[in-house]
């Protein structure tokens, strides 16, 4: 079964940054990150697919980016300008469907969840 890694969480400041990083063990053809802050539902922040192409969440556009390293079977969000709002854990997701999906149905793999924590 598909395994999936992910690093990268930490404690920030308004205003700060990090890079999430996710290791799969195998090919997958759509990869997406989530997240979800205590007491609320679990949300795509973004996602991407087998030709590179992304898409995101309206909170995180032009803040976030999504991107793959398909020779190290890695995906990444680099998270800038961050905001206290950003607080949540965070899970990579893979699964075998083809297209850039926010819901959460087509991942058949999830990651164990890396913190993400950001004080004002």
């Known amino acids: 079964a598909q395994q999936l890694v992910e690093s990268g969480g930490g404690s920030v400041q308004a205003g700060g940054s990090l890079r999430l990083s996710c290791a799969a063990s195998?090919?997958?053809?759509?990869l997406a990150w989530f997240r979800q802050a205590p007491g609320k539902e679990r949300e795509g922040v973004a996602a991407i697919d087998q030709r590179s192409n992304t898409c995101y969440a309206d909170s995180v556009k032009g803040r976030f980016t999504i991107s793959k390293d398909n020779a190290k079977n890695t995906l990444y969000l680099q998270m800038n300008n961050l905001k206290p709002e950003d607080t949540a854990m965070y899970y990579c997701a893979a699964g075998r469907s083809w297209g850039c999906f926010l819901g959460s149905r087509p991942y058949n793999y999830w990651g164990q969840g890396t913190q993400v924590t950001v004080s004002s």
């Open positions: 195998g090919d997958t053809y759509s």
